[in-house]
């Protein structure tokens, strides 16, 4: 049995958390505490160390779902993370574009340790406000089109929405492209 | 009432500088932000605080999911000294970082006494 360990990652309320248990065959092993900084404007409780997953895909591979922490205060778990990693997945709630920066920051942190394939997964594509995929991507640092990873559309509530984008991330990886 | 950060602080440097071999100590919110700390020079309090809560809530869970029980403490030792975390009720975590020669004993009575003054000011 083969093991691909994803990781799942972005700013705060972007849908981290939500994203794996809608997918995970296991009960998800989670970290959450009551939130007390400015994560509370969006919600009332916050992942602190990371969120845990599983997910069998095919007869021989199990995917482990691993969800990073928002807050940059939590970069440790980043690297811990991502160097152990296979591919990962940058969640972006698409109506909220003071994030970007966040976003962008949470980027290079992982660009800085790792190589591996990555693709953008945007939330709260239907909230008002929402920016389109090609000014995300401008947004983000991707001012090339040729040379942004794949930009995707889920819904973390919905497990059928999430299990495309995973699809999605594992055909990615499989094509070995390091964008 | 209001938390009297003063008196946190007070407690955490008291606690520091009266206790043999304890080289420092933080009370941190469970999702990792410093309320006081009194720390060595070199630390940072805010990557000393989240690192504090994820260890403490990555403890409880494994307690809780291995049948454990409830956490007392979570328990760092390395060649250089120890760090010791405990829960101060719900809305504090308590960290110690001690040198290698502290008495293991001495200090898990010191630190219990400084969580009681700290759960005062908490309340």
Redesign the interface.
């Known amino acids: 049995m083969e093991i691909m360990r994803l990781v799942v990652t972005g700013p705060v309320g972007a849908g981290k958390s939500t994203f794996i248990r809608s997918v995970s065959e296991i009960e998800v ?9 400015e ?1 509370l404007m969006l919600k009332k409780r ?1 992942t ?2 990371f969120d845990f997953g599983r997910l069998q895909f095919g007869p021989e591979m199990a995917l482990h779902l691993y969800g990073t ?1 928002g ?1 940059s ?2 970069d ?2 980043w690297d811990i993370l991502i160097r152990k990693a296979h591919a990962y997945i940058l969640l972006v709630a698409a109506h909220r574009p003071h994030e970007f920066r966040s976003a962008r920051r949470i980027l290079g942190f992982m660009k800085q340790r790792s190589q591996i394939p990555m693709i953008i997964g945007l939330t709260h594509t239907d909230c008002p406000g929402a920016w389109d995929a090609e000014n995300i991507a401008i947004a983000l640092g991707y001012l090339d089109a040729n040379r942004c990873p794949p930009i995707i559309t889920v819904n973390p509530n919905q497990s059928a929405s999430v299990a495309e984008a995973v699809i999605a991330l594992v055909q990615h990886s499989m094509q070995g492209c390091l964008v | 009432m209001a938390i009297s950060t003063e008196k946190l602080s007070g407690i955490l440097q008291n606690f520091v500088t009266s206790t043999n071999d304890v080289q420092g100590a933080a009370v941190v919110t469970p999702d990792g932000l410093p309320l006081a700390t009194s720390l060595p020079g070199a630390m940072d309090e805010e990557r000393v605080s989240a690192m504090s809560a994820a260890m403490l809530s990555l403890g409880e869970r494994i307690g809780n999911e291995l049948a454990r029980g409830t956490i007392d403490r979570i328990y760092v030792e390395g060649n250089q000294g120890y760090g010791v975390l405990t829960s101060c009720g719900e809305d504090a975590v308590f960290l110690v970082l001690a040198n290698q020669s502290a008495k293991q004993g001495l200090l898990m009575l010191e630190i219990k006494r400084a969580l009681t003054e700290l759960k005062l000011v908490l309340m």
Do not use: L, N
Not at chain 1, 29 to 37: E, G, S, W, Y
């Open positions: 092993v989670d970290t959450d505490r009551r939130a007390t900084d994560t916050t602190v160390a922490p807050q205060r939590f440790f778990m």
